[in-house]
């Protein structure tokens, strides 16, 4: 086994298109990695071997031809349970879907398989994708690689596990309260939540989704660099007519003033002082590459957060049978924490969420407009230990507490990218950068400057 499983993406790539490396070394690396880690992790819960080498052997068949295979030539990645791949089960990890086979690739898998990605597994999720920890009746517990007293985060904690350990260099997750961002934070990765209509989505192995996850939830990478997260995206984001909610948008769109506002502790919110050192090592950098940074109040997150609360629970009362047949004790109880504080809407209640968030969505373009970046806390506490959620109703509420803006972002449809900053003492530690929709392009600029001071993310080697 060569070392490539600690590459980055862009460098797997170039190195494959050049010949100094065939996709099939690099898939067997890969594949090696995952059988010496996945193990005590956890990460990868789906695995087809001979299906991985296939696609690799096709790369490299490609570009013998004089072919070329795609910008993501050679490079593992890996998909999250509750997203369809032909021939997998889509399960989101549950018990009850342990057999429900997609028969075509979600939109999303689709344009990662075109650019010459190699799926070398599909990642664990909690039961439902409700929870920021990653552990369900089906396919057991994950673990965090840097520290395994830790959540590695959810939903996507198997995504984010597994990047950490050197398994895939990009891996796929979705967003609908923190469920990209929140791993990456927890797993010292960079992970982007995109604008929602940047990323076809779709599951044609179950019904549409509701009004909810419409309007919220979306698929985008996580990956051990901002270069590696912006190029997975750009692979993600072409179009599709499976989704309605695609749009067309580019992904560079023109320069802005380079104006950040630091928002440190929003609307109140309990902060660490890690995480504050956090923020001002991130603003510290952007101020000397020559961006201007003001601390700034900005409109406010808990509103958008609550509007959050109420569309996505909402919809979970629809399954709200499904979760008594799952049986799964964590996503009943936090089922049952979360629609506690979200009463059930009807008709007219549903009408003035959908118009409150109209609002809140102006109030932030308008603040954008003035300070095209935000910089604020992913979360406000160092990531959990593990099941912290569900061990008192208390413990719940600091955690709903520290995720504020996790849960906000969705309901605003902007992007989010979260950039690590490295160890604070024996947990990882990062901050989050925010902007106007469909402007990734900015996020990715001044997530680069951060990056270059903190250092890129490595390959964690787990005991």
């Known amino acids: 086994m060569t070392d490539s499983f600690r590459w980055q993406a862009v460098d797997i790539a170039a190195q494959v298109r050049a010949g100094e490396v065939t996709a099939a070394r690099v898939a067997r690396d890969h594949l090696d990695r995952i059988e010496a880690v996945n193990p005590g992790l956890n990460a990868i819960v789906q695995h087809d071997p001979d299906a991985a080498l296939q696609a690799a052997e096709a790369v490299d068949a490609a570009l013998a031809r004089g072919d070329d295979p795609g910008p993501l030539a050679g490079v593992p990645v890996t998909i999250k349970v509750n997203v369809d791949q032909a ?4 399960t989101n990890g549950l018990t009850l879907q342990r057999d429900l086979m997609a028969q075509s690739d979600s939109p999303v898998v689709a344009n990662l398989r075109a650019a010459g990605a190699v799926i070398v597994g599909r990642t664990n999720t909690p039961a439902f994708s409700m929870r920021w920890f990653t552990e369900n009746g089906l396919h057991g517990r994950t673990l965090n690689p840097r520290n395994a007293a ?23 997750g979705t967003d609908i309260a923190g469920s990209i961002r929140y791993p990456a934070y927890a797993c010292g990765l960079q992970g982007i939540r995109p604008t929602l209509g940047r990323v076809p989505a779709r599951n044609a192995s179950g019904p549409d989704r509701l009004l909810g996850a419409q309007l919220m939830a979306v698929s985008g990478p996580i990956a051990r660099s901002v270069a590696d997260t912006r190029m997975a995206l750009t692979a993600m984001a072409v179009g599709s007519t499976e989704d309605p909610w695609w749009v067309p948008a580019p992904l560079e769109a023109g320069a802005l003033p380079r104006r950040v ?10 902060v660490a002082p890690e995480v504050t050192e956090a923020l001002d090592r991130a603003a510290a950098a952007l101020r000397a590459a020559g961006w201007h940074v003001d601390t700034v109040s900005g409109p406010g997150f808990r509103k958008a957060a609550d509007i959050n609360a109420q569309l996505w629970m909402a919809e979970a009362r629809y399954t709200t049978d499904m979760i008594a047949r799952e049986g799964d004790a964590a996503a009943q ?43 604020c806390p992913s979360s406000g506490m160092l990531p959990f230990e593990q099941d912290l959620d569900i061990r008192s109703e208390a413990d719940f509420d600091r955690v709903m507490e520290a995720q504020l803006i996790q849960r906000a972002l969705p309901t605003l449809g902007m992007p989010g990218l979260a950039v690590s900053t490295g160890m604070a003492g024996d947990a990882p530690c990062g901050v989050q950068l925010i902007a106007d929709r469909f402007r990734e392009d900015v996020l990715f600029r001044a997530g680069a400057v951060i990056e270059a001071a903190c250092g890129l993310p490595t390959v964690a080697d787990p005991k």
């Open 87 to 90: 021939g997998c089960a889509t």
């Open 150 to 172: 830790l959540t590695p985060g959810g939903s996507s904690g198997g995504a984010a596990s597994a990047v950490a350990a050197g398994m895939c260099a990009i891996a796929h």
């Open 261 to 270: 506002g630091l928002i440190a502790a929003p609307d109140g919110m309990p």
């Open 333 to 375: 109880f936090v089922f049952a924490r979360m629609t506690a504080d979200s009463p059930e809407m009807d008709l007219p209640a549903l009408m003035e969420a959908l118009r409150a968030r109209v609002g809140v969505q102006r109030d932030w373009a308008r603040f954008l407009a003035d300070y095209p970046v935000v910089l």
